[in-house]
């Protein structure tokens, strides 16, 4: 993809603050970018490049109270209002610690939909479950992965533009959603072919 020249690129030292958020990727940072270099920036190297390309659970909240359409009215409103907090907080963390934590509370929420699910109380397909358990199990995996700064900490420099944890992170999430994109499908065909129990 990267076919432009792009500007002179920046050490980790002179980037923008808001891009030193790992110390161990040493250089190839964009400098300040308007709309239009940003756009640019698809078409050259740099160290975020395949960040860009290789970048979700309100079926599973819906799916699992299918049968009880208040009950799952105010959880979907809930998981909007927890979701729309984890982005801000991770828009205002100040460490990638914090910004993975911000995302706690919304993925103990959902997970207790997982359990509602095992027990038998809530509803969807029997199989969606194990892609949806697989799909947050990728996504935690990433974020540790990214906040660990593994495999740049133990090479700084090497993993500037290509391989590290960053770009792994995005690639676990990019796998982790066709988790979530089987599961939907499992649970899909499960609801054309069920009824709810009448009252």
Request: net charge positive; hydrophobic share 45%; proline share 5%.
């Given at each position: 993809?990267?076919?432009?020249?792009?500007?002179?690129?920046?050490?980790?030292?002179?980037?923008?603050?808001?891009?030193?958020?790992?110390?161990?990727?040493?250089?190839?940072?964009?400098?300040?970018?308007?709309?239009?270099d940003?756009?640019?920036?698809?078409?050259?190297?740099?160290?975020?490049?395949g960040?860009?390309?290789t970048?979700?659970a309100?079926?599973?909240?819906?799916?699992?109270?299918?049968?009880?359409?208040?009950?799952?009215?105010?959880?979907?409103l809930?998981?909007?209002?927890?979701?729309?907090?984890?982005?801000?907080?991770?828009?205002?963390?100040?460490?990638?610690?914090?910004?993975?934590?911000?995302?706690?509370?919304?993925?103990?929420?959902?997970?207790?939909?997982?359990l509602l699910?095992?027990?038998?109380?809530?509803?969807?397909?029997?199989?969606?479950?194990?892609?949806?358990?697989?799909?947050?199990?990728?996504?935690?995996?990433?974020?540790v992965?990214n906040?660990?700064?593994?495999?740049?900490?133990?090479?700084?420099?090497?993993?500037?533009y290509?391989?590290?944890?960053?770009?792994?992170?995005?690639?676990?999430?990019?796998?982790s959603?066709?988790?979530?994109?089987?599961?939907?499908l499992?649970?899909?065909?499960?609801?054309?072919?069920?009824?709810?129990?009448?009252?």
């Amino acid at each position: 993809m990267a076919f432009l020249n792009g500007p002179r690129l920046l050490d980790w030292a002179n980037s923008p603050p808001h891009l030193q958020f790992n110390k161990y990727v040493l250089t190839g940072y964009r400098p300040i970018s308007s709309v239009q270099d940003c756009i640019r920036s698809l078409f050259y190297l740099h160290n975020e490049l395949g960040n860009i390309y290789t970048h979700g659970a309100l079926p599973i909240v819906y799916t699992t109270l299918l049968c009880y359409p208040f009950i799952r009215t105010v959880a979907l409103l809930v998981y909007i209002l927890l979701s729309s907090h984890a982005i801000y907080c991770a828009v205002t963390a100040r460490s990638s610690v914090r910004r993975l934590r911000s995302f706690a509370w919304q993925a103990l929420f959902r997970f207790s939909f997982f359990l509602l699910r095992w027990v038998g109380l809530g509803g969807g397909s029997p199989t969606s479950l194990r892609h949806f358990l697989m799909m947050d199990a990728l996504a935690v995996l990433g974020g540790v992965i990214n906040i660990t700064r593994i495999p740049e900490r133990f090479w700084p420099g090497l993993f500037d533009y290509w391989c590290n944890s960053h770009q792994i992170m995005h690639v676990l999430v990019v796998i982790s959603i066709l988790y979530l994109h089987w599961g939907v499908l499992d649970d899909l065909l499960w609801i054309t072919s069920y009824d709810c129990p009448s009252d």
